[in-house]
């Protein structure tokens, strides 16, 4: 009767071992299935960052160019003023070319917010309406 004891506890540890070694296959191909899908999410999300890098240098770009312009030409204006060489007709059209200058600014900044609504998760009509003005 203790052989017999002794077999079936032997029978139970190979079927328990053979239970196990399937489990661990089954954990390793789960296993290798979420590190294939974590890679794809890696690659995608430097992809994503890639692109909303290049949109942010266009972005600085857009706003660079035309508010160096708006400094110099204001520079001058006053320049002009201080030395008593002010000319209302040049002094309005460069003004009058700040304001177009400022306009183009806003419009790229509301690019830019438009890009960020359309990027981001959960924001609220009011937060929208505010970007987009």
Wanted: zero cysteines; aromatic letters at 4%; glycine letters at 2%.
């Amino acid at each position: 009767m203790n052989t017999d004891a002794t077999v079936k506890k032997i029978q139970n540890l190979e079927i328990m071992i053979a239970s196990l070694t399937e489990l661990l296959d089954v954990q390793e191909i789960v296993v290798g299935e979420q590190s294939e899908l974590i890679e794809q999410d890696k690659a995608s999300l430097k992809e994503s960052n890639d692109r909303f890098l290049s949109f942010i240098k266009e972005a600085t770009m857009r706003f660079k160019n035309p508010l160096v312009v708006i400094e110099e030409n204001l520079a001058s204006v006053v320049n002009d003023i201080e030395r008593d060489e002010f000319e209302s007709r040049n002094a309005a059209l460069l003004l009058k070319v700040q304001i177009k200058n400022l306009e183009q600014i806003r419009l790229n900044i509301i690019e830019l917010n438009k890009a960020i609504i359309e990027h981001s998760g959960e924001m609220s009509e009011v937060s929208k309406k505010f970007l987009m003005e």
